[in-house]
């Protein structure tokens, strides 16, 4: 017996399920059931030829605009391509020139990103860059509304856009959940109908192969607009009960010089037993995946309510700070990997107004995670 779903590509019978004649697979039945058989289908979203005009806080630096530039020209040619730049360089503002001309040209176009938080903030920028056009956000709690001329959501919304989008863009390609989860590349991939921009400051070997084999163009850029270079953090390998010293007398001369701070642990359980004993001394929160306020949480952070913030990965990317310091305890966990560890550094000296900043990387040993994430800094800022 030869079964495909038509939707996710699953071939294999142990995700398929006979209901009465029909077979139908489970791999993606929580996008809706799909027979055997069946087409999905196909919604018709709203596309018109738009006049927009892109309003940015301050203009692109050279180096952007010439990436920029790059990007647009391979949108426009429909290859797929891929933005390799460092954290803080811009990337979102890059494709805007993109976006505007594919929505000038009457194209469909989508902006995918693997987490809510990062959809939100991603949507109001979208919003300032582009006053005039209807932006909506599409995540969990925002699904009322599924049509707009421009559509931000999460990769597991892009059930919904079966071939609908003329111009697809795709952050954090290279983060959970998307990375190496074949259902939603495939769900992504059914999305699309046209170009196709990744973006990353964190490429795996798979990305930059398909670049190495003509499959996909590459625009790099490593320059922060303020043209600081990228921050590289401090290194302390100790035992774990020293791991505390330095990272309170970290926590000191943050507070000491007003500067707020981003304390990443590798798992929640340790981040509540580090929490129940901040919190006695500093004003702090725990942000894990499971935490229902993280928006009202990160608020407090950025209106100094709160001295710092203690967090699993799950704010090592997408969530920008004015002026952040970032800490990794147990930073030799394997939870922390060469992405994870160059994201998290990559909050620091963002803003053009506080360009530098510090970070901290506590561990017992010295992994190869550790050892290719100072590589990469160091090869970021080289080639800036």
């Avoid at 949108?75 to 503002?93: D, M, N």
């Avoid at 919304?157 to 079966?162: F, K, T």
């Avoid at 190869?368 to 800022?381: F, K, S, W, Y």
Wanted: hydrophobic share 40%; with cysteine; proline share 3%.
């Amino acid at each position: 017996m030869s079964l495909l779903c038509k939707r996710c590509g699953n071939t294999d019978e142990r995700y398929f399920y006979q209901d009465g004649e029909v077979w139908y697979c489970r791999r993606c039945v929580q996008f809706g059931r799909l027979n055997v058989g069946e087409e999905v289908p196909v919604k018709v979203y709203q596309t018109k030829r738009h006049h927009c005009r892109l309003h940015l806080k301050y203009p692109l630096s050279d180096a952007q605009a010439k990436a920029s530039g790059e990007v647009a020209g391979w949108v426009k040619q429909g290859k797929p391509v891929l933005l390799y730049a460092a954290c803080g360089s811009g990337k979102t503002e890059i494709v805007m020139e993109s976006i505007q001309q594919a929505l000038n040209a009457g194209l469909k176009v989508g902006f995918a990103i693997s987490r809510r938080q990062v959809v939100l903030e991603i949507c109001a920028r979208m919003k300032q860059a582009f006053p005039r056009l209807h932006v909506i956000a599409v995540c969990e709690g925002s699904t009322r509304v599924t049509d707009g001329d421009l559509i931000i959501c999460t990769m597991h919304q892009l059930y919904r856009y079966h071939q609908a989008f003329d111009v697809l863009i795709m952050d954090e390609v290279d983060a959970f959940p998307y990375k190496h989860n074949a259902l939603l590349e495939q769900i992504a991939h059914h999305a699309m109908k046209g170009s196709v921009v990744y973006l990353t400051a964190t490429p795996d070997e798979e990305m930059l192969k398909r670049v190495e084999k003509g499959e996909w163009a590459m625009v790099q850029l490593f320059q922060r607009p303020h043209g600081h270079p990228l921050v590289i953090p401090k290194q302390r390998k100790a035992p774990l009960i020293l791991q505390y010293v330095f990272l309170l007398a970290f926590i000191e001369r943050c507070i000491h010089r007003g500067k707020q701070l981003l304390l990443f642990v590798p798992t929640r359980r340790f981040g509540h037993k580090l929490y129940r004993w901040l919190k006695l001394r500093y004003r702090c929160r725990l942000i894990t995946s499971v935490t229902s306020e993280k928006e009202s949480m990160i608020e407090a952070l950025r209106t100094q309510k709160l001295q710092f913030l203690i967090t699993t990965t799950v704010l090592e990317r997408g969530v920008t700070f004015d002026d952040i310091q970032t800490a990794v305890i147990c930073a030799d966990h394997p939870v922390f990997d060469e992405a994870s560890l160059i994201q998290i550094i990559g909050r620091v000296g963002r803003n053009i107004h506080h360009p530098s900043g510090e970070g901290l990387f506590l561990f017992t040993h010295r992994t190869l995670a550790i050892t290719r994430c100072l590589h990469a800094l160091e090869m970021m800022n080289a080639q800036a």
